[in-house]
């Protein structure tokens, strides 16, 4: 039976072969897997958060015109012809009679 030694490896035109060290090579493979993970889960985040931004301004935009036609709204309904127009059809009044007025001195 031959004898196996365990040594050191024989050289070849002056470079000597050595054996690998695997665990910094493996140690750098998943450092760099965990920072590609984190800047992919980075980019996800930030693309749900423009489309949630998006999102909002649209609402913020429905709000504004919104705001805007129910303004217009109150500016109509709060002129003088539509309020005595709504007093003398709906609501029944009349204008008083001189009998009906009194001044205050």
């Given at each position: ?90 609501l029944g009044l009349r204008f ?10």
């Amino acid at each position: 039976m031959t004898e196996t030694t365990i040594g050191a490896l024989p050289k070849i035109n002056g470079f000597a072969l050595s054996r690998p060290r695997l665990l910094p090579t493996f140690g750098f493979i998943a450092l760099l897997s965990v920072l590609s993970v984190l800047f992919v889960w980075c980019r996800v985040q930030a693309t749900g958060m423009e489309y949630e931004i998006s999102s909002l301004e649209g609402a913020v935009r429905k709000a504004s015109q919104e705001t805007v036609e129910l303004r217009l709204e109150v500016a109509t309904l709060g002129t003088p012809q539509r309020l005595e127009q709504v007093a003398l059809k709906d609501l029944g009044l009349r204008f008083p009679t001189a009998a009906q007025v009194n001044t205050v001195d």
